[in-house]
């Protein structure tokens, strides 16, 4: 197994378009259920010698199982096994698949013979189980075992592993060791190596180069041209500014039972008539919050949005960009350097933290996301590489510690606000950090081994569980 490396993750790894609310525990449960899906199709294409009847069973262990129902993660698996992708079908149509699979359990494949059947039934093959498989801890909070069946014989198994963001991995059966996928998985020899912060500063200041610059050589090695890439930012962009218009237009009721009322479109309507009293000189200070919570009240109800770096911090970089953008008019290409920046940080975190609440809290969700979007921001206001990483160093340390404790495991209380309020302090940590030389105490490094120790430090009720803390009501 090759090491996975912060300077093998792409921006397209980090910004993932998807549907919410959750990416650990809606997009990561889709993906996996889809590549279950193919793994069987391809399997189940050469069996037309006699009738068959298959059953797929999926099991949802630890933190899936804890707060899966909050999270949709039950209709992201139908959704993944009727051939759904996150990013590709209607989030509608996606949630439709729970109720096309209650009324006819039978999972559609266009290449097998209509001798083989293969069914699915939410309500009997899916299992919400606890933080043992087989007797053994779990490899990871966030375990789910697809099993396709005959009868009692088991046919096909998978182990694969959610690690938030929407990233998931297949483990070995026998093992159980963790197993990178996809590009991950070939080790490039590339032109500016780093897997650190202080390895990307020091790239930066010795090539000269701008620290977008860094990252596009690198992805050109691995196959992915500036044009592609810029692109696809522009897209994600696109899709960041479609969900905050989206959000400030919707009234009503969120689902799940809190009984939480949206307010972006109405505190929206308030700051452009200025009717509101305000604690900034202008209503418009209220814009990054404003912009946050539309996002985040979207992903809340199983909207499309993008990982930035997970579902449940969705609002906190659209916001600061949108209003960055409209502050200083910033170009598109600015915006697409600041996104690129902010992934070199969430990759940072993935590999030497973690970006998943189930492991580490809430710090490394809306944590992660203030520490890139502070970053981004230094970076399209001109700023160094020393201080984008000092920006997002501020970012990390204000968030150590905190804990990750959904009410009735929705992502809404406090995730909605929670993102509104990380919006504000990552501009906060880049006014800081540009007002600086870059020369700080605490390394970004430093902070994301101190990130860790504190995530296993951390009591598992307040690891996305809903057991601990605010989700006790
Ligand atoms: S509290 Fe934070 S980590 Fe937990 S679900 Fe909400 S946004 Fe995600």
């Given amino acids: 197994m090759n090491p996975v490396r912060a300077d093998h993750i792409s921006p397209l790894d980090m910004f993932k378009i998807g549907v919410g609310p959750s990416s650990s525990h809606t997009v990561g449960p889709m993906v996996a259920a889809l590549q279950f899906r193919k793994i069987i199709g391809e399997l189940l294409e050469k069996k037309a010698d006699k009738n068959h009847n298959y059953t797929v069973k999926v099991e949802l262990y630890g933190s899936l199982s804890a707060t899966g129902t909050g999270h949709q993660t039950d209709g992201a698996v139908c959704g993944g096994l009727y051939g759904y992708s996150p990013k590709e ?13 209650r009324a006819n359990p039978i999972l559609p494949f266009e290449k097998l013979s209509a001798k083989v059947k293969v069914s699915f039934h939410p309500d009997q093959d899916l299992a919400w189980l606890s933080w043992t498989m087989d007797g053994r801890p779990l490899p990871h909070p966030n375990t789910m075992r697809f099993l396709l069946k005959e009868g009692e014989n088991t ?39 780093y897997n650190s912060a202080a390895e990307f500063v020091e790239q930066c200041n010795q090539s000269k180069l701008k620290p977008w610059q860094i990252v596009i050589a690198n992805e050109a090695v ?3 041209s500036e044009i592609d890439l810029r692109a696809r930012l522009d897209e994600i962009l696109k899709v960041f500014d479609s969900c905050i218009e989206r959000g400030l237009k919707t009234e009503g009721i969120l689902p799940g039972g809190l009984n939480v009322k949206r307010r972006a479109k109405a505190l929206h309507e308030q700051m452009l008539a200025g009717t509101k009293i305000s604690v900034y000189a202008s209503p418009e200070g209220l814009k990054p919050s404003v912009y946050a919570i539309a996002v985040n009240e979207e992903n809340a109800a199983g909207g499309r949005v993008v990982t930035a770096p997970t579902n449940g911090s969705s609002g906190l970089i659209p916001a ?12 598109n290409e600015t915006l697409q350097n600041g996104l690129i920046v902010a992934s070199v940080i969430g990759a940072l975190v993935k590999v030497h933290a973690s970006i998943s609440g189930a492991e580490v809290g809430c710090q490394g969700e809306v944590g992660t996301s203030c520490a890139m979007a502070a970053a981004g921001a230094v970076t399209m206001l001109g700023g160094s590489a020393d ?23 929705l992502v809404q209380v406090p995730c909605i606000e929670r993102n ?18 870059g020369q700080h ?12 120790q504190t995530g296993l430090d951390m009591n598992q009720k307040y690891k996305e569980t809903a057991t601990g803390g605010l989700a006790l009501g």
């Fill in 89 to 101: 079908t209607t989030p509608d149509e996606i949630w439709s698949a729970t109720d096309k699979l």
């Fill in 155 to 193: 046919v096909s198994e998978q182990i694969i592993l959610s690690v938030g963001g929407g990233f998931v991995e297949p483990v070995d059966l026998i093992t159980w060791e963790r197993q990178p996928a996809g590009a991950n998985t070939t080790i490039f020899d590339l032109p500016y190596p």
């Fill in 222 to 224: 691995r196959g992915l």
């Fill in 320 to 331: 600061v960009f949108r209003t960055l953008k409209e502050l200083h008019n910033l170009s």
């Fill in 387 to 409: 201080q984008s990483e000092q920006a997002a160093e501020i970012g990390i340390e204000h968030h150590l510690g905190m804990t990750c404790d959904p009410i009735k495991g």
């Fill in 420 to 437: 509104a309020m990380g919006a504000v302090k990552a501009l906060n940590a880049a006014e800081l950090a540009l007002a600086c030389d």
């Fill in 441 to 452: 105490l605490i390394s970004l490094d430093r902070a994301l081994e101190v990130m860790k």
